[in-house]
């Protein structure tokens, strides 16, 4: 059996902010699922990709702002969806 070296994923560019997109793509399919395992595994890779994903384009924050301000909105129906989750445990 013959190792193979996997390529280090690009960050930079539209690769980067492709790959920030599709998570958030993902996160948003898994929230409308409820299928909470997907949503804790996505929310976990997001972190490191997003600091991968803007130390690659600190020159365009343009780009950058955008991609990061659809995430936000992901971020905050997600914390929305929780809060009325709980409101509805505690009735």
């Given amino acids: 059996m013959a190792l193979q070296a996997v390529p280090t994923p690009d960050y930079q560019g539209d690769a ?17 699922a409820e299928d909470w395992p997907r949503v804790r595994e996505l929310d976990r890779a997001c972190a490191g990709l997003v600091e991968r994903v803007i130390a690659a384009n600190r020159e365009d924050r343009s780009a950058l702002v955008r ?17 009325q989750e709980v409101l509805s445990l505690a009735l």
Avoid: M, P, T
Wanted: contains cysteine; aromatic residues 2%; positive net charge.
């Fill in 16 to 32: 980067g902010l492709g790959q920030i997109a599709e998570l958030r793509r993902e996160l948003v399919k898994a929230l409308r």
């Fill in 67 to 83: 991609v990061l301000s659809e995430l936000k909105g992901v971020y905050a129906n997600l914390i929305d969806r929780c809060h």
